[in-house]
């Protein structure tokens, strides 16, 4: 499909008819961040200024109502910055999705290849930052495979073992996709034993109760040994509480040594408790990403931090997490927080306040109230709901894993719900 036109709406100024293919490049930026502002307004306009000089360029997009009022504007602050940057006049390079810059056929024709290739949506751009401490080599002599954990772990500090603690996942209640707790403690932590004496079991309790009471219909699945107490695991870390703090992204390298542990079930979602404080934050999604035979998968958990006043509604933070660690907010969601300087250019979290994955105030945590960007939508173009999870019970007719790329890295952002893609990288972790 071709985007070009070679005539403009009478009374609207001039197109560019600088026969250079990279000045047209230059203002794909904008042209890009015009058509996404269409997709979000349909019915309002928007127009893209060019200014292009001697390899430097302005470029600047406008949208509104009034086609003659996004012209107006654009026009102005093209102008504006092209003369301080000395990049010449500025021309109508499109008009909502037509681009009417001048340029030769096969000029034109390069042009639409890229623009064909930058509207090709990407879900590999939409995943975790790699880092070289995020991912977990199987040959590690500290390795060990989760159908290993009760007869190969051991306590390293001889004072943890004592009685109610256990460092494996123990046998389960039920064989489904379930949540299971990680109580975690740095080398130098003084055992304040949430795990035994009650504190773990009762957040995650009173979160899957909040759930329940926000949804009217849905909590998490979690994981009960078959005395129905809530199954808590034990992990010290290698780790001084201060090496942690100091450490670039201390999160991953805690969900990292969880899976360098063991814990990467297929059909289990982490929710990882450190007993103390982690700089300043309440609770931050950690990855480790298994170096299989199969192939990489990388295993997302939520991670909570239960130091100084973080005991206080430590459910919260645990639901948020691990709404994040299933994929959630996906970037098309309506009201996705915008970044226009990140590389994704927005972030997982909601714009208003209120909702527990809200970017500041979660106010009273409502879970989707108004069913419109992660839970029980109807958003065809945005296929993730959290309502279809497999780790939330009742479960639906069409439950969904946590969504996948085809290297199974969790991405934020899917067009399309691949289920057996997300099937078949958890089958990579029965090697």
């Not at 304040?192 to 926000?214: T, W």
């Not at 990467?264 to 990882?272: A, D, G, N, Q, W």
Request: charged letters at 30%; one cysteine or more.
């Amino acid at each position: 499909m071709y985007f070009f036109f070679s005539d403009s709406k009478a009374g609207l100024k001039e197109p560019g008819k600088i026969n250079n293919l990279q000045c047209a490049l230059n203002a794909l930026d904008g042209y890009k961040e015009a058509l996404e502002y269409l997709k979000k307004n349909p019915k309002k306009n928007s127009v893209v200024y060019l200014a292009c000089l001697d390899g430097e360029w302005s470029w600047y997009w406008s949208g509104s109502n009034k086609i003659s009022k996004a012209h107006k504007t654009a026009l102005k602050n093209c102008s504006k910055n092209s003369k301080k940057n000395g990049n010449g006049e500025c021309f109508l390079f499109s008009e909502n999705d037509k681009i009417v810059w001048e340029l030769s056929e096969e000029k034109k024709v390069s042009l639409n290849q890229v623009i064909i290739k930058l509207n090709k949506h990407d879900e590999n751009k939409y995943t975790g930052w790699p880092h070289p401490y995020q991912f977990v080599n199987i040959n590690d002599p500290r390795f060990v495979k989760y159908t290993d954990q009760k007869k190969k772990l051991i306590y390293v500090n001889q004072n943890d073992d004592i009685e109610g603690r256990y460092l494996y996942d123990r046998e389960d209640k039920s064989d489904d996709f379930q949540v299971h707790a990680i109580y975690v403690l740095a080398s130098d932590s003084k055992d304040k034993k949430y795990d035994v004496n009650g504190v773990i079991e009762r957040i995650v309790l009173k979160g899957n109760k909040h759930l329940k009471y926000k949804t009217k219909e849905k909590s998490f699945r979690l994981d009960f040994t078959k005395e129905g107490k809530l199954d808590v695991s034990f992990l010290r870390l290698p780790i001084t509480k201060k090496e942690l703090n100091n450490h670039q992204d201390g999160t991953t390298l805690i969900a990292a040594e969880a899976v360098r542990n063991g814990f990467y079930h297929p059909k289990k979602l982490y929710s990882i408790f450190y007993q103390d404080k982690y700089k300043r934050e309440w609770g931050q999604v950690g990855s480790g990403t298994i170096e299989t035979p199969n192939g990489d998968v990388e295993i997302v958990s939520g991670v909570v931090y239960l130091g100084g006043e973080g005991r206080r509604d430590a459910y919260i933070p645990h639901l948020h997490e691990l709404f994040h660690a299933l994929g959630f907010v996906q970037l098309c969601a309506p009201a996705a927080v915008i970044e226009k300087n990140s590389r994704w250019g927005k972030n997982d979290h909601l714009t208003f306040a209120g909702d527990i994955m809200s970017n500041n105030d979660s106010g009273n945590g409502n879970i989707d109230s108004k069913r419109k960007h992660y839970y029980g939508h109807s958003m065809k173009n945005c296929p993730m709901d959290l309502r279809k999870s497999v780790f939330l019970e009742p479960t639906e007719k069409d439950p969904q894993h946590v969504p996948r790329t085809e290297n199974c890295y969790k991405t934020q952002w899917v067009e399309v719900y691949n289920h057996q893609r997300s099937v078949d990288c958890l089958n990579r972790l029965n090697f």
